[in-house]
């Protein structure tokens, strides 16, 4: 679905879906922007810069809630990344 402003600064409604936790209406923004901000990066200063800036997040992020950090340290040692990497990659 293609957005076609009626204005130059018309910024679309996000999707009108109710669903609950991490993919709440806010967080599904919040996690797009970051996405598309992290693509734009790779493409502008290249893979690396990249990876560098989402390590120094994560750094500072993690000093500023260590709850936080350990609680999604926790939750990842009981998720399998790369069958969530073959999962999206193959998705169509």
């Given at each position: 679905?293609?957005?076609?402003p009626?204005h130059k ?12 936790g991490?993919f709440?209406k806010?967080n599904?923004?919040?996690i797009?922007?970051m996405?598309?901000?992290?693509v734009?990066?790779?493409?502008q ?6 990876l560098e800036?989402?390590e120094k ?6 000093g500023?809630?260590?709850?936080m950090k350990?609680a ?7 998720m399998?990344v790369e069958k969530m990497y ?5 998705k169509?």
């Amino acid at each position: 679905m293609d957005f076609q402003p009626e204005h130059k600064n018309q910024i679309p409604e996000p999707a009108q879906t109710q669903t609950q936790g991490i993919f709440s209406k806010g967080n599904t923004i919040a996690i797009f922007t970051m996405l598309s901000i992290l693509v734009t990066m790779k493409e502008q200063l290249g893979l690396e810069a990249m990876l560098e800036y989402v390590e120094k997040y994560l750094t500072i992020m993690g000093g500023q809630n260590p709850r936080m950090k350990y609680a999604v340290k926790y939750a990842l040692s009981l998720m399998s990344v790369e069958k969530m990497y073959h999962d999206a990659i193959t998705k169509t």
